[in-house]
């Protein structure tokens, strides 16, 4: 069994920034596919990154250019750097982990966090 803790979260104004961060249990960090979702309101959960265990990485439209997704796997962790913070970007936001490595999964993730809280305000 894999544990997702999500950290980062907060209130932030249009044009700033936030890194989240994911911490992982277990030692086979390395071998997973780590990304990252969001959900607003009355929404569907939708992919925002991905970094597979080899470092390839894909981000959704809404977000490239503004977002990198990066893993140290020594410290079990991934983060999301978000930048040029846009209102429609609040959001729960989910870690996930797979042992599948491709960029796009055909079905959900098996492992996910709880979520953090992004509210992008003035």
């Known amino acids: 069994q894999v544990q997702l803790v999500e950290s980062g979260g907060g209130l932030v104004q249009p044009g700033g920034s936030l890194k989240l961060s994911c911490a992982a249990s277990g030692s086979i960090f390395s071998r997973f596919a780590m990304g990252w979702y969001r959900q607003a309101p009355g929404k569907q959960r939708e992919l925002v990154a991905r970094?597979?265990?080899?470092?390839?990485?894909m981000f959704a439209d809404s977000v490239k250019g503004r977002f990198t997704i990066s893993r140290d796997n020594a410290k079990h962790t991934v983060y999301l750097q978000m930048n040029t913070l846009k209102p429609e970007d609040t959001a729960l936001y989910y870690c996930?982990?797979?042992?599948?490595?491709?960029?796009?999964?055909?079905?959900?993730?098996?492992?996910w966090g709880q979520g953090t809280q992004v509210t992008v305000s003035s």
């Open positions: 996930s982990a797979d042992f599948r490595n491709d960029l796009v999964l055909k079905t959900p993730p098996a492992y």
């Open positions: 970094i597979t265990s080899g470092g390839r990485t």
